[in-house]
């Protein structure tokens, strides 16, 4: 944990160990490469998520256009007016595609970083290889894949099972037994467009579980942080910044519920405040999601801190000592002049490396990065103000709380 003589690296010449690319991989995504989706180098997201949209939403459209549900006053909420549709297939299913060339580049860069910055040095290079080819393994993991389609179905179908149906919809109607009876439309939306939601989810779920894990293993390694480093993080503060960019996930899920509570609202006269807690909830979720699992880099980071504390400190009344016996008690041989030497600068600079060490953090992560998160968390769900109120207000109310 002390300071090291450990050359750096040349990142032209240092030994590259294989990348930490948690998004190119497993049956999902071979699937995809064999069906043209997906070529070396070229992933096609924006064809991906518009071929996504289409095989939701507008077989969706079409088939309650059949059905005659699209539009119009047949049922009491048709296909065009169902607020959750447009924010689950054409906002969220998308978004969870597009954060793969968003996320993916920046997990690799990270993971990479801490080689290029030396905090993984040279003796441990084997183990953080090991530890790369180990998530690449799990991210592969055709078992793992199965069981997150199978949790995709089992949440979708028990979920619908629950649903109760007061009023008629576009996918269902209710029966005079009391239960429901699907349209063509439910059939599709019950059978592949809600298991393509959740099971895009749950795959960033497992994901992000890949990439916790891994952040682990490193946190196990000897790692060559810094007291004195402006992060005041030890030199880990780009791991942090990188947790900004899952904001990305947060907001797209946001988008997808805020649908479903839209549509309570309105067609099931449910007060807003009711979903209070739900909201805090889930913001509480994201802060913790976000910020609990670098807690492993805690323990090295309170070392960290308090050696540094400890040889700063004595630094400092060693240079103060001098500096008091030179300038205060007129022990100067040489007659110097105070203005103009840069003893006074020097003890500033050591105060204010004191001042870094004795402000570093436990976590590293940025309290703005858990803010940016919480404000793209809360954003869609500030849309849902509209059915209490004019758009004015609600715009009022927004730029006070960004600005």
């Not at 294989?18 to 070229?42: D, H, V």
């Not at 054409?90 to 905090?119: K, M, Q, S, Y």
């Not at 939306?189 to 099971?199: A, D, E, G, S, T």
Request: hydrophobic share 50%; with cysteine; aromatic share 12%.
């Amino acid at each position: 944990m002390e300071p090291s003589t450990h050359r750096h690296i040349d990142p032209l010449t240092y030994p590259k160990t294989r990348p930490l690319l948690l998004m190119e991989g497993g049956p999902f995504y071979r699937l995809e490469r064999r069906a043209g989706l997906i070529k070396a180098n070229t992933p096609f997201t924006i064809r991906r998520a518009l071929l996504a949209a289409g095989l939701t939403w507008f077989v969706l459209l079409i088939l309650s256009a059949l059905h005659g549900d699209a539009f119009g006053k047949s049922v009491t909420m048709p296909f065009l007016s169902d607020f959750s549709t447009y924010s689950r297939f054409l906002i969220a299913v998308p978004l969870f595609l597009l954060a793969e060339v968003v996320l993916g580049p920046r997990i690799a860069d990270t993971a990479e970083h801490l080689l290029l910055a030396n905090i993984v040095t040279e003796s441990d290079y084997n183990k953080f290889d090991a530890a790369v080819e180990r998530s690449l393994r799990l991210r592969d993991s055709v078992f793992a894949e199965i069981i997150i389609v199978v949790l995709a179905y089992i949440v979708s179908l028990t979920g619908f099972r629950q649903l109760a149906v007061p009023i008629s919809t576009w996918y269902a109607t209710p029966s005079a037994t009391g239960g429901f009876v699907l349209t063509w439309a439910g059939w599709w939306f019950i059978l592949f467009c809600v298991p393509l939601l959740q099971f895009l989810l749950l795959r960033w779920v497992w994901r992000i579980f890949l990439w916790f894990r891994f952040l682990n293993e490193v946190s196990n390694l000897n790692l060559q942080l810094f007291p004195t480093h402006p992060d005041q993080e030890g030199g880990l503060g780009f791991i942090g910044e990188a947790q900004r960019f899952f904001g990305i996930l947060f907001f797209a899920y946001s988008c997808s519920i805020t649908g479903v509570f839209a549509d309570e609202i309105i067609y099931g006269k449910i007060p807003l405040q009711n979903f209070a807690p739900a909201i805090a909830a889930y913001v509480i979720f994201v802060v913790l999601l976000t910020s609990a699992p670098l807690v492993v880099f805690t323990r090295k980071l309170l070392v960290t801190k308090r050696i540094g504390l400890r040889e700063y400190g004595a630094l400092a009344t060693a240079y103060t000592g001098s500096f008091h016996h030179k300038w205060v008690q007129g022990d100067n041989p040489e007659q110097q002049k105070l203005l103009g030497t840069p003893d006074i600068q020097s003890l500033a600079d050591l105060s204010h490396s004191y001042e870094i060490i004795e402000h570093m953090k436990p976590i590293p992560i940025d309290p703005r990065t858990l803010l940016q998160l919480v404000i793209l968390t809360l954003l869609p769900m500030a849309t849902l103000l509209l059915t209490v109120m004019p758009l004015k207000d609600v715009l009022k109310l927004l730029m006070k709380v960004v600005v």
